[in-house]
C-alpha cells in the first residue's frame, strides 16, 4: 500500500498536480489516480484473488492496477474507443468486455468489489447504474463509485469552470477558443448529477450500507464537506461513495 495518507496534503498535490498535466502526462496522472484508488478499496478489503469489475473502466488503468495486486479484474465499457488506449502497459483488453453498466452480462452477486470511477455523471440514469452495480456485488462486496458532481468547479469537465454561466455558453465558448467541439454535451453524455439527491437515493435503499461518501480529493474534512448540504455541491468536487452490499 502507499505511504502517502489519506486523506493528506501530499496526496491531494501530488494527485492535482498530475491532473493538471493530464493532457501531456495521461500515464503518470492515470497510473497514479488508480494506485490512489486502489489503495483506497484495499484498507477495507483485500483485493488478492478477489474478483474486481471495473465498470466504464476506459483505458483499462485501474483494471491494470487492481491485477497487479492479485485482482482476477475485469474490464467494461460501452465504448470500444475508449478501451483502446490500453493502461499499465500490458494487455488490458484480455479480460475487457464492451458492454453497457445498465446491463452487465454477469450473473447476480459475483463481484467481491464492483469498481466505477467517473462514470455516473455520464449516465442519463446514474440510480439504475447503481442498481445494476448492486445486483452484481456479493452479499457482503463493496462498491467504490466516484463521481464529479454538476456543481462542482470540474462539474462541466473539459468546458469547467464555464459551466456555471451555463452549459449553451460554456460549449460555444469552447468551440470559439479551441476550434473543435467538446468531448461532453449536455444531456448527452454528461448529465447535471448532484450530491443531495444522489446520497438520499444510495441512504434510502435496504440492499447498501453506506460506509464512507466523502470528498475524493480533498486533503482534510473530506466527510464533513459531504454533510454541509449546498455547500457541499460545490465544495466537494468529486464524491467517493463506498457502499457495502447487504447480506
Ligand atoms: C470519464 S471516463 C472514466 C474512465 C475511468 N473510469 C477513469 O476514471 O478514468 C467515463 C467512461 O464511462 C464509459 N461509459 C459511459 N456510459 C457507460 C455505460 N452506460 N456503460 C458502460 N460504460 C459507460 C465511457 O465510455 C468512458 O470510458
Redesign the pocket.
Known sequence: MSAVRDPSMRRSVALFRAFMKEQQDPAHA?SL??RD?ADQVERITPLRDRLVI??????G??TEEFRSRGAEAYL????A???SGAGGGTDVKTGAVV????LLPLADGVADVAF????L???ADPET?LSELIRVTKPGGLLYV?FTNWLSPWGG?EQAPWHYLGADRARRRYTRRTGRDPKHTLGE?LFPLHIGPTLKAVRARDDVEVVAARSRYWPFLAEAVVRVPGVREFATWNLLLILRRCP
Open positions: 492515470y489516480l488508480a484508488a471495473d465498470v466504464g473502466g476506459g483505458g488503468w485501474f467494461f465499457d460501452c465504448d474507443g475508449e478501451m458492454a453497457d453498466g445498465y466505477s470511477s467517473n462514470v455523471e455520464h449516465v447504474f466516484a469537465h453524455n
